[in-house]
């Protein structure tokens, strides 16, 4: 019998969302894949919110270590409709760049974000950060190894909703 070695990793995020008016939402996002080959993995991704939440897989690829792209589809709570991902991550030594969108069914039902980060030091990175319903703002994370962790912070004014927010929380790694 032949078995292939099976790697796998996962995350676990959770934050809250402040706003101007002083409401707070938290958010918990998972996510994680499974290594098919050197170059093809499975993904998933899952979002819970009071009001909303999603679930998603697909695939992503990785033509070289410093390039992913990653597409999937899924479906929203409370809702009769798939819903579609797409992403491509750059990383060039300290540098990284995520473009990723989201779309549902109906004429506003879509997400983007998009994140650029630089590694100041091995614990520390500093970055910008535009994201639907959440802002354009600098993005600050802290790495703590001891727990594979990272906090992080993101001040940001909302375009949709014209209006400041604060979002600060959590990153679990599960390594591989």
Not at 13 to 30: A, D
Not at 36 to 60: D, H, N, P, V
Not at 95 to 110: A, H, M, P, V, W
Request: cysteine-free.
């Amino acid at each position: 019998m032949f078995f292939l070695p099976t790697v796998a990793s996962a995350q676990l995020e959770l934050y809250g969302k402040l706003t101007e008016t002083g409401s707070f939402e938290p958010v918990i996002n998972y996510s994680g894949n499974k290594v098919i080959t050197e170059k093809l993995s499975i993904s998933f991704f899952g979002l819970i919110r009071k009001s909303w939440s999603q679930a998603l897989i697909g695939l992503s690829y990785s033509p070289y270590k410093s390039i992913t792209l990653s597409s999937g589809m899924g479906i929203e709570y409370g809702k009769n409709s798939p819903r579609y991902t797409a992403s491509l991550f750059l990383k060039q030594k300290r540098t990284s760049l995520l473009i990723l969108g989201e779309l549902g069914s109906g004429e506003d039902n879509y997400l983007y974000k998009i994140n650029l980060f630089h590694q100041l030091t091995e614990q520390l990175s500093l970055g910008g950060s535009a994201w639907r319903y959440h802002g354009l703002g600098p993005n600050f994370r802290l790495f703590i190894p001891e727990l594979q962790s990272t906090i992080w912070a993101m001040p940001a004014y909302d375009l949709d909703a014209k209006q400041s927010r604060f979002m600060i929380g959590i990153s679990l790694e599960f390594p591989k």
